[in-house]
């Protein structure tokens, strides 16, 4: 009896281990916030812990590619996880969009920023900060707005490029630039801005910004990583997503 | 190798940024050196060790505070904007700016060093000869340091060639201002145009060789020669 007991206790126990395990993930800058919120949650939920690394993408994807040893990637665009997908970095058929990043022209100033974008045509601004199309997502969808409201000829002259989405947000927040291209991620709460102004840009002025996420290699057999793929799909994750001005 | 007009633009201004860095350090770093190697005042360790900060600061974080200084609320800004300059951020001249105080530990250094192996001797010998100060400071002085001068200019020229977290926090990547070879290159890596990045991190690892092993063998040369001067005045 006594011995029953043992082996159905250490049974138990050998469960557990096996069950809590751990997930290294790979994740966008612009997605810091919402995931560390979200990871706390996994680990209620689940009793896996995920371990949190945030960056640039590129950079992940360099390293990826030079065995980083990450079991998952939320990137900060769709090309990234399929690209790694294609070159054998990553299982094929576990790609998704976990978020859709949004838009939005900010200043600091309150009443500075109408509801329109108008003030892209005036010159009552000396700078425009935007992230480098180059190298982030949200910097392309920029151009594309100041394509489709033809300000161009005003607008080029004074933009700045951030290197990340991150940076774009210093340049603005610190005032050296008077506006800026932003994700709306970074300057609201629950659906308000937190301080001075911004036009939450319509999304059909862009291409959506798709954020897709994907197992890597590393983490092929890895129960943790998978029950966290999953976990960023259920209610309790697209509640906190949102939250953070994420499209979905 | 193909660099594109773009990846030249950054090298000439790279180039130029480090040049104007290199000859305003030059200027700023000689009284202060001068001073930390002479001075017994209290003040000499607290000065010594603000000079040398800016190797305490990782670049990005430097770069982030010069910023938030050089801003329209920061105390430089607000400096900058009375004297009516406007905002230096995003500019040529804020790079400067932050290129000079990042390398500035890399020019007082050598010239505490060789003003300090000078000893008071020659400037005492000059005085006896009735050489004024400046006189003396330009004939004896500056000659006998010399090694310490090219030793601090090669230092902060490399150093600014290398920069890269301060000029990307405050440059804001416009071509022909603020993209320097260091941004342009990371550019090229984040964009995943690695043969790009090889060829452009290759032109500038190859100049930056060329450069400093010319310099040490010009800083060998006078070396041996001030040498036997200051046997022959001995």
């Known amino acids: 009896?006594?011995?029953?007991?043992?082996?159905?206790?250490?049974?138990?126990?050998?469960?557990?281990?096996?069950?809590?395990?751990?997930?290294a993930v790979a994740v966008a800058?612009?997605?810091?916030?919402?995931?560390?919120?979200?990871?706390?949650?996994?680990?209620?939920?689940?009793?896996?812990?995920?371990?949190?690394?945030?960056g640039a993408t590129g950079k992940f994807y360099a390293q990826i590619k030079n065995g980083a040893p990450f079991s998952v990637l939320l990137a900060a665009d769709d090309e990234t996880p399929a690209r790694l997908e294609q070159e054998g970095w990553a299982i094929a058929g576990t790609r998704f969009t976990y978020a859709v990043g949004r838009l939005a022209l900010w200043s600091k100033q309150p009443n500075f920023v109408d509801e329109k974008g108008e003030i892209l045509r005036s010159n009552r601004f000396e700078k425009l900060a935007i992230a480098d199309p180059k190298l982030a997502p949200f910097g392309v969808a920029a151009?594309?707005?100041?394509?489709?409201?033809?300000?161009?000829?005003?607008?080029?002259?004074?933009?700045?490029?951030?290197?990340?989405?991150?940076?774009?947000?210093?340049?603005?927040s610190t005032e050296n630039a008077q506006l800026g291209f932003v994700a709306l991620s970074q300057i609201s709460i629950d659906g308000r801005i937190t301080q001075g102004s911004a036009w939450v840009v319509p999304q059909s002025l862009y291409t959506p910004l798709k954020q897709d996420a994907v197992l890597l290699k590393a983490g092929k057999d890895n129960a943790a990583a998978l029950a966290l793929l999953k976990y960023l799909q259920s209610d309790a994750a697209k509640t906190i997503i949102r939250g953070y001005g994420y499209a979905l | 190798?193909?660099?594109?007009?773009?990846?030249?633009?950054?090298?000439?201004?790279?180039?130029?940024?480090?040049?104007?860095?290199?000859?305003?350090?030059?200027?700023?770093?000689?009284?202060?050196a001068w001073w930390l190697a002479h001075t017994r005042s209290a003040w000499r360790s607290p000065v010594a060790s603000l000079v040398a900060l800016p190797l305490v600061l990782p670049p990005t974080v430097l770069g982030f505070y010069l910023l938030v200084a050089?801003?329209?609320?920061?105390?430089?800004?607000?400096?900058?904007?009375?004297?009516?300059?406007?905002t230096l951020a995003f500019s040529f001249w804020g790079l400067v700016l932050g290129s000079v105080v990042y390398s500035l530990p890399f020019a007082v250094q050598p010239l505490v060093n060789a003003f300090e192996a000078m000893g008071p001797r020659p400037m005492e010998v000059a005085a006896t000869l009735r050489a004024n100060t400046w006189d003396a400071f330009f004939t004896v002085a500056v000659p006998l340091a010399k090694p310490g001068f090219v030793m601090a200019a090669m230092l902060s020229f490399a150093h600014t060639v290398g920069e890269f977290g301060v000029v990307l926090m405050i440059g804001g990547n416009i071509p022909d201002q603020t993209r320097v070879v260091s941004?342009?290159?990371?550019?090229?890596?984040?964009?995943?145009?690695?043969?790009?990045?090889?060829?452009?991190?290759?032109?500038?690892?190859?100049?930056?060789f060329v450069v400093l092993l010319g310099l040490s063998w010009f800083n060998r040369r006078p070396n041996r020669h001030a040498h036997r001067h200051q046997k022959a005045g001995a």
């Open chain 1, 1 to 23: 009896m006594k011995l029953r007991l043992f082996l159905a206790l250490t049974s138990a126990m050998y469960c557990l281990t096996t069950q809590a395990g751990e997930v």
């Open chain 1, 29 to 54: 800058a612009n997605f810091s916030a919402p995931m560390q919120k979200i990871a706390k949650a996994f680990e209620q939920d689940t009793g896996h812990k995920a371990q949190l690394a945030f």
């Open chain 1, 143 to 172: 151009m594309e707005v100041i394509q489709r409201m033809g300000v161009q000829p005003n607008v080029m002259p004074k933009i700045v490029q951030g290197d990340s989405i991150g940076q774009t947000y210093q340049f603005v």
């Open chain 2, 1 to 32: 190798m193909h660099l594109s007009a773009e990846d030249f633009q950054a090298i000439v201004l790279t180039l130029q940024l480090a040049s104007v860095t290199t000859v305003l350090l030059l200027l700023l770093a000689t009284p202060v």
């Open chain 2, 70 to 86: 050089l801003g329209p609320h920061g105390p430089i800004g607000e400096f900058t904007q009375w004297a009516g300059w406007g």
């Open chain 2, 183 to 208: 941004t342009q290159i990371y550019g090229h890596v984040e964009a995943m145009e690695y043969a790009q990045a090889h060829g452009l991190a290759g032109v500038m690892l190859v100049f930056s």
